[in-house]
């Protein structure tokens, strides 16, 4: 049974990529895995919309929208939880540019595609406005009202249950923390108004949760 998001993914993958919608169903396929919560259609589709916020609405200027949204329906393509670090994104990266070239993109645009997931493993320093929007995208759930960042903490902690408690604590201690160290978590200046205030007291205070 296809679901609400899904309709509205295929809406974005017409409009904006154009490729044969064979290709999405597969991804689609991809994000139904079972050992997914967060990281499903849903998040694909949020991805997108926050693109739309940061475009439409916000202004901000990209020079491929088509690129910026197949990187969105395709960077979590490759998730499994038990990955070494940056071997999800990576391979992800490389499923879109072989992707991306079979049905008829150059392999500049498919490596630009690429180019911008990999960026998603950190969301350190985009090189251009089209990876900053998709960055700032699939981060503002940071930045979402505390029922929302709730849900989103509890949807990955079940994606990683394999991780003992302790270790949990540890490591997502240690990542929120990378965060809130920035100089600023979004890239755009749109996405730093939307979202940074929010994103900060959202990860200050699930850190004061881990390490009381």
Excluded at 14 to 23: A, F, R, S, T, Y
Excluded at 108 to 132: F, K, L, Q, S, Y
Aim: hydrophobic content about 45%; aromatic content about 6%; some cysteine.
């Amino acid at each position: 049974m296809v679901s609400g998001p899904e309709i509205e993914l295929d809406l974005a993958w017409q409009q904006h990529v154009g490729l044969p919608g064979e290709l999405l169903r597969r991804l689609v396929e991809r994000h139904r895995e079972p050992h997914r919560r967060y990281h499903t259609v849903g998040h694909v589709v949020w991805v997108i919309r926050h693109v739309r916020e940061l475009v439409d609405t916000d202004g901000v200027e990209v020079a491929d929208r088509g690129a910026v949204v197949a990187a969105a329906v395709f960077h979590d393509a490759v998730y499994e939880p038990t990955a070494p670090p940056r071997a999800n994104e990576v391979a992800s990266a490389s499923l879109a540019r072989r992707e991306l070239v079979d049905h008829g993109w150059s392999s500049e645009r498919a490596g630009a595609v690429g180019a911008m997931i990999e960026v998603t493993v950190d969301h350190v320093a985009p090189p251009d406005t089209d990876t900053a929007v998709l960055c700032d995208a699939d981060l503002a759930i940071l930045g979402a009202d505390p029922a929302g960042y709730r849900a989103y903490v509890e949807q990955v902690r079940v994606e990683y249950a394999h991780v003992p408690d302790d270790a949990w604590r540890t490591g997502r201690a240690a990542v929120l923390t990378s965060f809130l160290d920035r100089d600023r978590i979004y890239a755009t200046d749109a996405g730093r108004e939307r979202w940074e205030a929010h994103a900060r007291a959202n990860l200050a205070a699930e850190i004061a949760t881990l390490t009381c």
